[in-house]
């Protein structure tokens, strides 16, 4: 039920503020972030350290969202209050809150397969982008694959020593892009920060991988990761795109919707650099909210999440993007 008194829509300020063109959703928007003042501090409202786990323990599940807004511009500054949520369709009390940034630990996954060979210097350029919405405390590694997926850079600080192993990438070979998902998956569980990311980077769908496509999507939704990908794909037309290329952005959507991240196609390589920038900042605008479950079994089961938003007045229907699900501790 929506609450009746005025003041819980009322905001003092609405303000957009332009953080890049480049970052916009849509490459011809300039405002890529709409910020609301805050109703109360952080302190007044319960909210939890953003250091707390995104996964769920012996008593709180935390789920990261991102709000956008109709044009594709994050919202920031909206309030505990705008956000119902639900777990196989039963509504959970809220009981933590918070909007604040936090360290990541992220993992790259890199196509450099055959079919990548023009496209490389623009995805190091995207990679270069997306580490300057960086933090000091963020950490990541870089797994590249073609034939096979190899983990070429284990967790470090140093961005450089990341750009470093990119610069000597060559093109070549199939696209073993599951078998990529699965060992950054893996090297994730070495991760020192709570929130975790990946960021794929590929140019079609997998021909080379050892596993299943469905055992990649099991083990995406037991793992407490937000996976987004950047798809560059050849036009729908181009006699040159093979099966799996054509199977390409289904899988990359599906693998990623599903952890509360996102896929974003590109046509135009000189895209890409804009895009990385944006879903680095998206990583830095997006709300944590925390609930106790009312099942408290200890089942091992897979239990669905759904967040609901309560629309603020002004800004139009907002989208809210978050992981589907987790799975409850076994017994």
Known sequence: MLPSHP?????????????SAALAADIGSTDPQVTLEPRAKP?????????????VDSTLVLIPV????????????LDKDNF?????????????FTSEDAPLSIGLV????????NKLEKSREAVAQFFKTANPEDEFFLVQFNDTADLVQHFTTSLEEIQNRLTFTQSKGRTALLDAVLLAIDEMKKARNPRKALLIISDG?????????????????EADVQIYAIGIYEPIASRNRTPEELAGPGLLSEISEQTGGRQYPVGNLNELPD???????????????????????????YRRVD?????PRGLGTLRAFWRHGYYAPPQ
């Open 84 to 96: 119902k949520l639900f777990e196989e369709k039963k509504e959970q009390e809220i009981v933590s």
């Open 43 to 55: 302190e007044a409202r319960g909210i939890v350290s953003p250091h707390s786990n995104i996964r």
């Open 110 to 117: 890199f196509d450099c397969s055959g079919s990548m060979g």
């Open 307 to 311: 967040v609901k938003l309560i629309q």
């Open 275 to 301: 895009i990385a920038a944006k879903i680095g900042v998206e990583l830095r605008h997006q709300y944590i909210l925390g609930y106790s479950p009312q099942n408290t079994l200890h089942d091992g089961k």
């Open 7 to 19: 003041r819980w829509f009322r905001f003092s300020a609405i303000f957009a503020a332009v953080v």
């Open 66 to 77: 991102t709000v956008t807004d109709p044009l594709n511009r994050f919202v920031t500054g």
């Open 205 to 221: 769908g997998d021909n080379s991988s050892r596993y299943t496509e469905g055992e990649v999507k099991s083990r995406v939704r």
